[in-house]
């Protein structure tokens, strides 16, 4: 059990990832697609703060003193994460706007049945 | 002298500008791209001589470098800026005739950003700020293939935007790895510390990395998204994502590999992928109908030529395939901008419609003549100097092994010849139906078109103008050490 509760958070950020591909490529609903993406980023961007993340720690402030800097969190995958978030929240507005010109066009968001350009 | 910082600066501020100055005047906003791109080839310019001498490193935020966000101005990095500040400048020119429906100034700031993310994919030296300069890049080419907002744009920007977010995504997830194993987001700093990690545990990131950015760069089984977005997109847009997207995700592929990792056992691997990816495209260029679906996956076989010279290693070859996109750049931009009025005129975008339109529009069939046989590697053309390097370099280096893949890398310039004729005798020797009235590009258009056709034959007849600057630009990509002493002092 030691492992699952010293790994428990990388276990459950690729799950995340797994699980996000997993949609995208088996399903052919393209807003099930977008989803998955939106899983995937998740994963990824739990992964990134469990790459910095220390038990029991605190912030990376000194401020009071007796602060030792080898307790403290790593601020720097944090700060990566929300420029990740930024992104991926762009990237899903775009994609969900793709996908309601593309029911316009079409009438479905089944992608098998989206295919005009073929070879 | 002039920061580097300010080629991503200027334009990142003018792709802003660029809906303010469309609310009092349309007609302004299209030219404030061309005032952009001028600006940056100019600095690019200036500073690459400089550069050929001492890299620049620039450190943001004032800390000192593997703290700060460094910006890496050497021989590549401002060679690759400066031809996406020249091709943006043409394809922009271009644009102030061709681009006249929709919503133009959304157009001309989503244009800028493309040419702000490849710029400053090309410049940093670290590797989370190249992935949000490649999502500024990716982002914006997934709006522009939609531009239009018909059924093909809309489908290819939904297959080309759910591709390269996954691409995207596993470029994040494999950032994340070697931050955890490194400690820190600076290239040089990384690559100095990559030979005290495990080989084995490397492997992981450096293999989710060049994935991700393979995608963008449409390395061989990564590449399904390419046809479909270069063929629906307007023709600017695919001059734009065939001359400059995917030789930066290009860039990006061998900064990663052979910088930051320095992984010579890969490259092997990478050798032949080239190969496989230059056949696949040509062969699949040569059944297309679609003249600009043709064009595409030439793109795809140019970008596996290159992937081989640059991954066989040595000077010779590595100066060769920089050569060799650079006159990729410039040729493929003149042929997508040369079909552009083709299929304006013609109506359609099949290939045997085009029959005599040589008549109908002499300048520009010229142009694309011009393209097409510097692309397949005439000489006195830009491309003939290019693979005649890569063919030397690779056959200096020996073995039986490479001189079979050179013969098949001919194999696929011969099928390349093969299609590209077959499109010159239909233009020039087809029998056009009806009238064969003269219907020219508009001149803004020719104008565009001659700067880079004057190129291509400048450089082909005197390729030494540019040898110094390709061979430096090898030797920073060759000499990992180098590279780490110029960031870190």
Known sequence: MSFLHDYAYYIGAFGLVLIGLLIVLTKHNLIKVIVGLSILDTGINMFLIAVGYIRNGTAPIFSRPGLEAGGMVDPVPQALVLTAIVIGVAVLALALGIAVRLHREYGTLDMRKIKELRW | ?489
């Not at chain 2, 793109?299 to 290159?306: D, E, H, P, W």
């Not at chain 2, 390097?389 to 893949?405: D, F, K, P, Q, W």
């Open chain 2, 1 to 489: 002298m002039v920061s580097p910082a300010l080629l991503v600066a200027v334009p990142l501020g003018l792709a802003f500008c660029v809906p303010l100055i469309g609310l009092a005047s349309r007609k302004a906003a299209r030219l404030v791209p061309i005032v952009a791109c001028l600006f940056n080839l100019v600095v690019s310019v200036r500073l690459l001589s400089a550069a050929l001498e001492e890299p620049i490193v620039v450190s943001m935020g004032g800390f000192s470098p593997p703290f700060c966000i460094t910006l890496y101005a050497g021989p590549v990095g401002l060679l690759l800026s400066a031809l996406v500040a020249l091709a943006g400048l043409v394809v922009s020119i271009y644009a102030v005739s061709y681009i006249d429906k929709g919503a133009t100034t959304r157009y001309h700031t989503l244009y800028l950003l493309l040419l702000v993310g490849a710029t400053g994919v090309v410049l940093t030296g670290d590797v989370f700020n190249l992935f949000v300069f490649f999502e500024v890049l990716c982002i914006s080419s997934y709006a522009l293939v939609a531009y239009l907002g018909d059924r093909g744009g809309l489908e290819a920007a939904a297959k080309y935007l759910v591709q390269g977010a996954v691409g995207s995504a596993l470029l994040l997830l494999g950032i994340g790895l070697l931050y955890g194993q490194t400690g820190t987001l600076n290239m040089a700093d990384i690559a100095g510390r990559v030979g005290s990690v495990g080989s084995a545990s490397l492997f992981v990131p450096m293999a989710l990395m060049v994935v991700g950015l393979g995608v963008e760069a449409a390395i061989f089984p990564l590449n399904g998204w390419l046809p479909d977005a270069h063929s629906s997109a307007p023709s600017t847009i695919s001059a734009i994502l065939s001359g400059i997207a995917i030789e930066v995700g290009l860039y990006a592929v061998i900064r990663v590999v052979f910088t930051v990792f320095g992984a010579s056992s890969a490259l092997l691997s990478l050798v032949f992928l080239g190969v496989l990816t230059l056949l696949v495209g040509e062969m699949c260029a040569f059944v297309q109908g679609n003249i600009k679906r043709m064009l595409a996956y030439s793109s795809i076989g140019q970008i596996g030529l290159i992937v081989f010279a640059v991954s066989i290693a040595t000077a010779g070859s590595v100066t060769g395939g920089l050569f060799q996109l650079i006159s990729h750049t410039l040729s493929k931009v003149v042929l997508f901008l040369a079909v552009g009025y083709m299929i304006h005129r013609s109506g359609s975008t099949e290939i045997s419609s085009l029959q005599g339109i040589g008549k109908r529009m002499p300048l520009t069939s010229f142009a694309f003549t011009v393209a097409a046989f510097s692309l397949i590697g005439l000489p006195p053309f830009a491309g003939f100097a290019s693979k005649f390097l890569i063919v030397r370099g690779a056959l200096a280096e020996g073995g039986t092994l490479l001189s079979v893949l050179v013969g098949l890398v001919l194999v696929g310039t011969v099928i390349e010849g093969a299609y590209f004729f077959r499109v010159i005798q239909t233009i020039y020797f087809g029998t056009g139906e009806g009238d064969a009235a003269r219907h020219e590009s508009p001149a803004i258009a020719l104008v565009s078109m001659s700067v880079l056709v004057a190129l291509i034959i400048v450089i082909g007849v005197y390729p030494s103008l540019i040898s110094d600057t390709l061979n430096s630009a090898a030797s920073e990509l060759l000499q990992r050490g180098a590279y780490i002493r110029s960031v870190l002092g």
